[in-house]
Nanobody, 120 residues
Framework: GQVAESGGGLVQPGGSLRLSCEASGFTLDRYAIGWFRQAPGKEREQVSCIDYIDGRTYYADSVKGRFTISKDNAKNMVYLQMNSLKPEDTAVYYC??????????????WGKGTLVTVSS
């Protein structure tokens, strides 16, 4: 299986972006999808995750209320809508797939990442 991110880019503070994650080789009705990010010089952190069992969602405190994760099982796609972006959201964002919403190493599939830059 594979996951591939898209949708990164340059956005001004306060702006919005929507990241997409396309899964192939496995279906989202049996796998969770998590978004992680890593900023230069900082540790990787989990931003959000959506479980497959009942669609439960998880958000890091730093993005709660600004980011929304959703999925379309028919298209095998997961989206991360990012609003009210801040410069500290600048990072490479990675999509991952796994049996559960877990840490990075516990996931089964990892994307190559897409860069989000928030700057004026």
């Amino acid at each position: 299986g594979q996951v591939a991110e898209s949708g990164g880019g340059l956005v001004q503070p306060g702006g919005s972006l929507r990241l997409s994650c396309e899964a192939s080789g496995f279906t989202l009705d049996r796998y969770a999808i998590g978004w992680f990010r890593q900023a230069p010089g900082k540790e990787r952190e989990q931003v959000s995750c959506i479980d497959y069992i009942d669609g439960r969602t998880y958000y890091a405190d730093s993005v709660k209320g600004r980011f929304t994760i959703s999925k379309d099982n028919a298209k095998n796609m997961v989206y991360l809508q990012m609003n009210s972006l801040k410069p500290e959201d600048t990072a490479v964002y990675y999509c991952t797939g796994g049996y559960y919403c877990s840490g990075w190493n516990a996931m089964n599939y990892w994307g190559k990442g897409t860069l989000v830059t928030v700057s004026s």
